[in-house]
């Protein structure tokens, strides 16, 4: 065989493989050249550049420098109506490395040497170590499903397989002064400071504090975007239902070939993974789904995943708060699929996903009335609201891991009203509150809820508070948290 015939040959076998990708999911050809998702090979990474035109020089080059340790799509993403531009995702055809690896020990046996390598303590019997071996067992991507008996030291990689551009940087006004405990306490703080900051005499303002302009990350997600393929855009005049893919396109696009296949009147639109779909465009997007009844997709390992289903939750709550009936609705259990578009690829039906659904305490009534005489009506309104939703995300353990951010759109109020509700919800005995350290150790909160976004420490700005680094979490009462309903197929939905 010659040199074109063994072109020729490795070419099909690519093309064999594509499609694969395609109709293993039960994506329909039609669907797929229509978004379109566009080829690239790490020894050709120039439709990655034409892809992300338009952003910054060292966003494009963090994407093409992926790009360039495996082939793989360009999944072209679409904005939903009155939305602004959206950037495309790419998909590796295998795990691609996004940054640096992770390293530390356990602190089992003796302290190792560890000279110049990187590597930090992460004391075996912690709440931060039984949490990271949590988080190891659970994640896809990690090998390692017993990660607790590790005594060696170890890296973890930082892999991916599905990836967007990091924020673009802007620059940011920070006005403060020297004479905080901070610096005063701390005279090697200040000093650092100085050296770095002071290199020339920052602008002075009228109110004695001086100005330093900090580079940071913009806040806005490239990611955490709705999309809405055009095919299903042209179905959503005569829709009646329509699916909120909250695990990526390819699910998405998997149920709008399914919705095609059959005629069904609805269409889909989605966001790249479950903890993204509070998009900031959501609010102005809900006047196209008002007449429409929503169905929530995860996928089916929500019932391994707490995080999977509370996020599904967390939609469907903002859904209904804005006057939209909406579901939860993942691939059956006894099917043995992970995700959708494995379960429609291998003909499985939309009308079989399971509703996953849940019963109120008939116990929060009661405990309303019994505050009744101690708070006023608009704020014993705001507990209620509150206790409702928090029963209704919380897990078997009754916890809830939520943000004050998607608290606060859930709720359509704003973070500090968060803050303030949880406090009377605490005081009341509704629910514990407890956050993180920065050493990622829960602990009861018994004052009031740090809600700040930066700190100073050695001279340096972070982000989020510095007592209270992470996030906060909220065990709801036993007597008040909501049942599981037994699940049931969609097709039993009354439209």
Aim: charged share 30%.
């Amino acid at each position: 065989m010659g040199a074109s015939g063994r072109k020729a040959k490795v070419e099909a076998e690519i093309r064999k493989d594509d499609n694969k990708v395609r109709t293993s999911r039960g994506i329909s050809k039609e669907v797929w050249e229509a978004r379109p998702y566009t080829r690239w090979t790490k020894d050709d990474v120039s439709p990655i550049a034409e892809a992300y035109a338009g952003l910054a020089g060292s966003q494009i080059n963090f994407m093409k420098n992926l790009a360039g340790q495996q082939d793989g799509w360009i999944i072209n993403r679409h904005a939903v109506p009155h939305a602004p531009h959206v950037w495309p995702e790419i998909r590796p055809d295998g795990l691609v490395r996004t940054g640096p690896p992770v390293m530390h020990w356990h602190g089992v046996g003796e302290e190792p040497e560890f000279p110049n390598r990187g590597y930090s303590r992460l004391e075996r019997g912690s709440k931060a170590w039984k949490e990271h071996c949590r988080r190891v067992n659970e994640n896809d991507l990690e090998e390692d499903t017993e990660h607790e008996t590790r005594q060696d030291p170890h890296t973890h990689q930082n892999l991916a397989k599905y990836c967007f551009p990091p924020a673009a940087k802007r620059d940011e006004p920070r006005p403060h002064d020297h004479s905080s405990a901070f610096y005063t306490k701390d005279p090697e703080s200040l000093r650092t400071h100085i050296e770095k900051w002071h290199k020339e005499e920052p602008p002075v303002l009228g109110d004695g504090r001086h100005l330093h302009m900090r580079r940071v990350k913009d806040d806005k997600s490239l990611a955490r975007r709705l999309d809405v393929h055009p095919m299903a855009a042209a179905r959503w005049s005569d829709a009646k239902r329509v699916y909120f893919g909250i695990e990526g396109c390819l699910k998405a696009d998997s149920i709008l070939s399914a919705i095609i296949r059959e005629d069904r009147p609805e269409s889909v639109f989605s966001v790249p993974s479950v903890s993204l779909w509070a998009a900031d465009e959501f609010e102005d997007f809900l006047a196209h789904l008002r007449r429409m009844t929503v169905i929530v997709v995860p996928d089916a390992d929500w019932h391994k995943k707490p995080q999977v289903i509370a996020h599904a939750r967390f939609a469907q709550r903002f859904l209904q708060h804005h006057g939209i009936r909406a579901f939860v609705a993942a691939p059956p259990l006894e099917s043995g699929h992970k995700g959708v578009d494995d379960y429609l690829g291998d003909g499985g039906s939309l009308d079989e996903l399971e509703v996953l659904d849940r019963e109120p305490s008939t116990k929060i009534r009661r405990a309303v009335a019994e505050r009744k005489p101690f708070v006023r009506a608009d704020g014993l309104r705001n507990m209620e609201r509150m206790i409702r939703d928090l029963a209704f995300f919380a897990d078997k353990g009754g916890y809830v891991q939520v943000t004050h951010q998607t608290m606060a759109k859930i709720l359509s109020v704003d973070r500090s009203s968060v803050a303030n509700v949880l406090e009377r919800l605490r005081d009341a005995g509704w629910a514990e509150v407890e956050q993180q350290n920065a050493r990622e150790e829960w602990v009861p909160r018994t004052g009031g809820i740090r809600t700040r976004k930066g700190y100073m420490s050695g001279g340096v700005f972070w982000a989020g508070p510095e007592e209270w680094a992470l996030r906060t979490r909220i065990r709801v009462r036993e007597d008040l948290r909501c049942t599981d309903t037994q699940p049931y197929a969609l097709k039993e939905v009354t439209w």
